[in-house]
Every structure is written in structure tokens, then in C-alpha cells.
């Protein structure tokens, strides 16, 4: 029987991707390049410290360990400055009407994001009160593919991990959700989403009811 559901954040929630899109471009600007929105796609869900490194790799720009530090925490501060002012009509279409009906429905809920800043983004858009735990890049060591993410989030619940759904927009978090024994909701296309058990266009297009129907599966 499905008990929790766990919701990766930008992606699913909301599309912070566009702010870590602008602060990194800030940041590669200043050390001379450029890259593309396209290039950008590869850094959904991926940490904070490995964007950095792809971005200097596609940059051919090498940095020691210390400046690597330096140059996250400054991105981190433009970002930081730019999902302060976020609101709650950020909320993408649907998401805080699935949150509702799944509390209604008697379902823990958790966030299982990679991002340090999840807490400030879901207080600036209204939500926290809808998340019975918060795992994110705060809590874990190992980035999606792992499971660890959900797994923590599955046990902050006390849910056995077979009776979690994971909503994810990035194929390593489908990969991850799958290596921690749990059904998985793609958000986005199918083409790219593989793996998942179901995928749908955005939370709008769930139903509790299409949730339920993955039990059998
Ligand atoms: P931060 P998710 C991820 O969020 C983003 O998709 C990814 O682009 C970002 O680098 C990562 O969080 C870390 O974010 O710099 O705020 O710690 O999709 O896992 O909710
Ligand atoms: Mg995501």
C-alpha cells in the first residue's frame, strides 16, 4: 500500500532552475565565458560542488580546491539573493493542489532534493507546512544516483521505502528512486524519463487516484 509520497524540488515544485542558471552564468562571465541554457539542462539535480566542476570543465578553466570553495559560495550568495524575492505564485501548476489532496488523503509527505537552500525556497513560497520531513543536500553525502536521499527521507517518515512514491524531473533521480526499492513519477517528458512508472507533464496532470493505481504495478 502507497504511505509517502517524496517530491524532488526544483523540477517538480518549483523551477529554480533558471536563478542556478543566472548565478552560474554570473560566475562564468566573470572568469571569462559563457554557456549555453542548453548546457544548463545537464545540471538539474546535480550538487552545487560537481555543476562547478562541469562548469569549469566547459570553461577550460582549472581552480584549486580552495578556489573552487570561494566561487560555489559566491554563486551561492547571487542565488541566495534571487530566491528571497521568490513568491508563492512561483509554485509550478498543480503542486500545491497534489500536496493538499495527498495530506487529505492521509499521506506523509517529504522533500528530497539535493539543494542546501530548500527550506528558505519552500518558506518563501508558502509550503513548508505541507512536508512532514525535509531531506536535502544539508543531510546526505552521496548525490542522486544514489538512493540516499530518499531513503533518508523514507526513514525520517518511518515508511518502508515499497510504500513511497518519488516525483522526479531528472533521470539520475528516477535512477536513485529505483536503486531505493520505490516507485517513481517522472515529471517531464517520457522520452527522457525512462525508467520511470509513470510520467506526467507536471503535478497538475496527478490525480491520488493515478498515485494509488501504482500500488498494483
Ligand atoms: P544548491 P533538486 C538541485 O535541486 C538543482 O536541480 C541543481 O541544479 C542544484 O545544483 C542542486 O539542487 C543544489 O542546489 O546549490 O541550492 O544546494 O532538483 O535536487 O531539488
Ligand atoms: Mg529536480
Sequence with gaps: MIKACIFDLDGVIVDTALYHYQAWKRLANELGFDFTEHQNEQLKG?????????ILGWGGVTKTQTEQTELATRKN??????????QPSEILPGAKEFLQAAKAAGLKTALGSASKNSSTILERVGLLPFFDAIVDGNHVAASKPDPEVFLKGAEALGTDPSE???FEDAIAGIQAAKAGNMKVVGIGSPEILTGADLVVPGLHEMTIARLQALDSI
Design 46 to 54: 546535480v550538487s552545487r560542488v560537481r555543476s562547478l566542476e562541469l
Design 77 to 86: 550568495q547571487w542565488y541566495v539573493e534571487m530566491i528571497n524575492r521568490m
Design 164 to 166: 513511497c512514491v518519488v
